[in-house]
């Protein structure tokens, strides 16, 4: 089982479990409180088509500030969200929209290890990751990651009635926890996301957000 292809995107993106426009909404709402105080401003847009291609309006990826953000309908009741930071989209606003808006949300990893060609080191290590919300309150955190050294596993609140609880004690460390469990995990949820799924082709409408300001001096774009 694989995960549709999300391009650059694929390892690393958030569910919230409400319509994308009431997500994006919210979200709007939340931010451009913020951000009007350092003097940004929000634009929030409809988008239709491929998600594929509405995904490519977030290259750059940005840091130390992201500037673009991506709310797509993964079905009629959960919303995929997508920004674009240098090191990935930010774990922190699926938990917050998760207390906002009363509702549950995730924050899905599905990371591969990524070699840089030129120089042969690791720009990005392979990590499987699944934290799940409701209310704002972290109910279910599994994770299986290399960051370099040995291979990491745990987890913490109750275990869903469907997770496969004996791979957890197998004795190779990156087999307890694998992209392929967590799509099924996924699809369990009620949000199937393997490549031989169709509802992504409905085409939206999703939101993009953009962020306006004058970016700090370390802004750099990649």
Known sequence: MNLINFGKFSSSFGLVRSPSKLVADSFFAWQQELLRQWGFELKLEERHGEIGDVLSELCPRTAPIVTKYLFWPANEGWT??????????????????????????????????????????????????????????????????????????????????????????????????????????????????SNGHSALAEYGPGYLLTKHGKMPATYKEF
């Not at 009363?102 to 990005?124: H, K």
């Not at 990751?129 to 596993?153: C, M, P, T």
């Open 80 to 193: 995929l969200y997508f920004d674009n930071g240098v090191n990935g989209t930010d774990a922190g606003p699926p938990s917050v929209l998760s207390s906002r808006m009363s509702v549950e949300a995730m924050r899905v990893v599905m990371a591969d290890e990524i070699l840089n060609p030129l120089s042969g080191q690791i720009e990005q290590y392979r990590a499987t990751i699944l934290e799940y919300y409701s209310n704002g309150v972290e109910q279910r955190h599994i994770f299986v990651a290399n960051d370099g050294g040995k291979w990491k596993f745990g987890e913490s609140g109750t275990p869903f009635q469907f997770e496969n609880t004996a791979a957890y004690k197998v004795r190779s460390i990156k087999e307890r926890f694998t992209n392929a469990m967590l799509l099924g995990y996924l699809k369990e949820l009620g949000v199937d996301l």
